[in-house]
């Protein structure tokens, strides 16, 4: 869990992660970002349109079990959705997370979160 929080903010120095609702639709909508993320305390209703964004378009999604509050100390900002816009990143942050016992969510059902594009 750790290192997928540590990727997170790597990611966010290297430039290749974009946060907030807004920010990331306009990603997935550009083709721009590769995996989307929710953190488990984010609104129902918030988690469906962002899944429903990032299926139209192809995008991986992955509700994690991070709370608003640790992916904020792990980037410096206050966010629920996360969408990160690098291959590599992705495949490292999907790699940790299925370590640590992480699945990704998808439209109704489960699959596996390492969905290549």
Do not use: P, W
């Not at 995008?59 to 590599?88: P, W, Y």
Request: charged share 30%; with cysteine; hydrophobic share 40%.
């Amino acid at each position: 869990m750790e290192k997928a929080l540590s990727t997170l903010g790597l990611a966010r120095r290297a430039g290749k992660l974009c946060y907030g609702y807004d920010t990331v639709v306009k990603a997935v909508r550009q083709g721009e970002c590769l995996l989307v993320l929710a953190a488990a305390d984010l609104s129902e209703k918030t988690k469906k349109n962002v899944r429903f964004e990032a299926d139209r378009h192809q995008a991986a999604f992955l509700e994690t079990a991070f709370t608003m509050e640790q992916i904020s100390a792990a980037i410096g900002k206050k966010t629920g959705v996360l969408g990160l816009c690098d291959a590599g990143f992705a495949k490292n942050l999907k790699q940790a997370l299925g370590a640590a016992g992480e699945s990704a969510r998808c439209g109704d059902g489960f699959r596996a979160a390492d969905k290549d594009r």
